[in-house]
């Protein structure tokens, strides 16, 4: 067999991956020319001809109220001669070493092959869902309380986005280019609300699937809230669209995981459909630790272990959290707790919101109160991505 190579791709090999990208996912895969600016592109080559590859690029997370680099991996494929030789996992290697060089000390990866990344140490923090509502019953169980609306991204909108996004373990902090991308994409329309014409609470993208005979289907892409009642107002707005739209899909993992659509419902039919969920792991567990927020009011010293890149041994390490801070130090203590990669990269995201969820998902620990405090200095958030790339 001829012998395989990785390299950065040329203009030449963009093209040979664009075509390469389109036959194996069965369609044109728009990122690959949007992203081009943005993004690296990794390719390999059997023969001289390109056979896999995927786009990367660096971008923040916030976790903890921090940003912290992470290398975002999107549109990878591998021909479909060459699948069933663990290709795709080489290669996601190869895309991953010039972000880490950038400074990526994360990686979010969102696959439908989870077997495989999970082999390479991702793991998925907390359920995705998309969530499918008739419009009807939204206008039947929700007001505005007289909040404005208007049509088009403002820059008050933007900043109110990171500000909500920090609320949660995961989302991303847009870069300029973040937004324009994502209209151009998905042709969306943004509405911002406010009340008494103050500043913006709340932002909400949404497009449009036309049925073949009549009305369409609202597919929802952003959803921020800075109140309940903001919320309400925007799920009103969603409801009177019900004499063209009898249903509002919110696409995977875009409505918050918090109650104040299914609290408030004046009937209880809507509709979960699970989708694959977003990815994580830690490439430099001491500098994504340091980097990281932490809860100012958690002050531990903890020895835990954490499995080895190879997988073939663990590091010991001193974890320390103090006055919104923490720093993992290398140690000879015996730990306490044990941690998988994978388990690492869920407790790192809040994605254990107890001891209880901890030790279920296999995480060892000499001791319930050394599993508990562990757990308590990463959950204060819940993990939310709503962001696709």
């Known amino acids: ?221 952003d959803f921020w809230a800075a109140s309940e009642p903001t919320a309400a107002a925007m799920f009103a707005f969603l409801g009177r669209h019900n004499t063209r739209a009898a249903n509002v899909e919110f696409r995977r993992g875009a409505l918050p995981p918090y109650p104040a659509l299914l609290h408030n419902l004046h009937r209880f039919r809507p509709t979960a459909e699970s989708w694959h969920p977003w990815m994580l792991r830690i490439l430099n567990a001491p500098e994504a630790i340091r980097l990281r927020g932490w809860p100012a009011d958690v002050t531990t010293q903890a020895p835990i272990e954490i499995q080895s890149e190879s997988g073939n041994s663990w590091d010991r390490w001193m974890l320390q959290v103090k006055d919104g801070k923490a720093e993992l130090t290398p140690t000879q203590i015996e730990g306490l707790v044990l941690l998988t990669r994978r388990q690492l990269a869920a407790w790192y995201a809040g994605g254990y919101r107890s001891a209880t969820s901890a030790r279920m998902a296999g995480v060892q620990a000499v001791s319930e109160k050394a599993l508990r405090t562990l757990v308590r200095a990463t959950a204060d958030l819940e993990p939310w991505l709503p962001d696709h790339f």
């Open 1 to 221: 067999m001829d012998t395989l190579t990785f390299t950065q791709a040329n203009d030449s090999r963009w093209q040979e991956y664009d075509d390469l990208a389109a036959r194996s996912y069965g369609h044109p895969v728009g990122d690959i020319t949007a992203l081009r600016a943005h993004a690296d592109l990794r390719v390999a080559l059997r023969d001289g001809r390109v056979v896999a590859g995927g786009l990367g690029f660096v971008v923040d997370q916030y976790f903890g109220g921090s940003p912290v680099p992470s290398a975002c991996l999107a549109a990878g494929c591998v021909a479909p001669e060459e699948r069933g030789a663990h290709l795709h996992s080489r290669m996601a290697e190869e895309r991953l070493e010039p972000l880490r060089e950038q400074g990526a000390v994360i990686s979010v990866h969102s696959t439908t092959s989870n077997g495989y990344a999970r082999r390479l140490g991702w793991e998925a923090p907390t359920p995705v869902f998309a969530w499918t509502v008739a419009t009807e019953d939204l206008n039947r169980s929700f007001t505005s309380e007289a909040f404005e609306i208007h049509a088009g991204l403002t820059e008050d909108a933007s900043d109110l986005q990171r500000v909500l996004a920090k609320q949660w373990n995961g989302p991303v902090h847009r870069p300029a280019w973040w937004a324009s991308w994502k209209e151009k994409k998905s042709a969306l329309t943004t509405y911002c609300f406010s009340r008494d014409r103050g500043s913006t609470a709340g932002l909400l993208s949404l497009t449009t699937k036309r049925h073949e005979r009549h009305g369409m289907t609202l597919v929802v892409h």
